[in-house]
DNA sequence: CGTCTATTTGAATGTACTCAAAAGCGGTGG
DNA sequence: CCACCGCTTTTGAGTACATTCAAATAGACG
């Protein structure tokens, strides 16, 4: 159960026994429904959550009522409205789960706490966001210089076999395209 | 001279006299002349950087040629090519000056004997990394969901200033569309 | 002052979009 | 277990936004 999160943590601080049994006390594990919300634009991101199973989605609901995806989070990723969170603001993204999905919840609390009495976690999480900006940053560079095929290969290269367990309208909402224009690409190729 | 940088990190870690002083000396003041570059493309992106004044960019020139603009550093911004860097691998992005720069250079060593000296700075640079990700992953969805006329007011509120001092096709590449329809958006408006 | 680069303008093109309808698929209840 | 209903995907036609190409104008720098 703890395996898949332990395995994540030290593939960038090294724990020992104590620490890691330390860290353990600090998770909550939460299940999430298939199509069930676990964030809501508008509320308050009280924590941030670690996917062991399933798959989550982040995403932004525009006025017109489209979504569009900022990031898929299946197991082994984490997930949260990071601005909310660090800034304790109205949230502007929602997440809900596309699978069932099991995760571990890691509250504001809880994480100050841990800062606290185990700041390598500081490191952990300095390397976590260091990641994530550059997976973002690649993003950027790919919607600006690829065509939405290439972007797709991409999509497929970061997110090996998720597209098989989600629906086309969530690819397409995360490469920026339609789900038509999506679906036209395929038969192309 | 060290005001800016003293206040940046100020902004998100308190850190004593002494702590500040031991600070300064890992950085070294580098001028970069406009036009001239900090880092190409293909080198390893040997240490980050902060901008004291002028302005850089960082940005990606594709197989075509054509230039995409990750971010603009004007001053009281850090730059560098953070997978370079992290990773000890050749650089996708290149770094040049926009404008006559004066940076501060703080080098892999250096950061990692500063890691070690003073802990505060996993802390600082994870809050800086947790911005850095937050603007690209508000950027990406903008680039999802809003007309390159909205992301142009979007790049002059999150760069006050900076329009009356670059060049519009620098612009034109860090909003996604070409110099030439920059140009007709402005017209319009 | 002259040259080189950046910006503007206009015309033709193309990529991705919207709208609409048909086909496919999945889940649910009778 | 099958039939039905609703949602997703596909397909086609027409449209719009942003592009490329080309030429003219403006601006910056030596």
């Known amino acids: 159960m703890f395996d898949l999160i332990l395995s994540n943590i030290a593939r960038h601080v090294t724990l020992n026994q104590q620490e890691a049994d330390d860290f353990l006390t600090f998770l909550q594990p939460v299940t999430v429904k298939r199509k069930s919300t676990l964030l809501s634009a508008g509320e308050i991101c009280k924590a941030i959550y670690f996917v062991s199973s399933g798959c989550l989605r982040i995403y932004h609901t525009d006025e017109n009522g489209t979504d569009h ?108 395209i339609t789900p038509v224009f999506l679906s036209m690409l395929r038969r192309r190729s």
Chains 1, 2 share one sequence.
């Open 69 to 176: 995806v900022s990031l898929f989070a299946p197991e082994d990723w984490w997930a949260g409205d990071m601005y909310s969170f660090h800034t304790k603001t109205l949230a502007f993204y929602a997440i809900d789960a596309l699978e069932d999905t099991e995760v571990f919840k890691l509250t504001e609390q809880n994480l100050e706490r841990l800062y606290v009495q185990i700041p390598k976690f500081e490191r952990f999480f300095r390397i976590l966001f260091q990641n994530g900006f550059i997976m973002y940053q690649q993003r950027i560079t790919s919607s600006q210089s690829l065509t939405a095929e290439e972007r797709y290969a991409r999509f497929k290269n970061l997110y090996p076999n998720l597209e098989q367990r989600i629906a086309q309208k969530h690819i397409a909402s995360y490469l920026g």
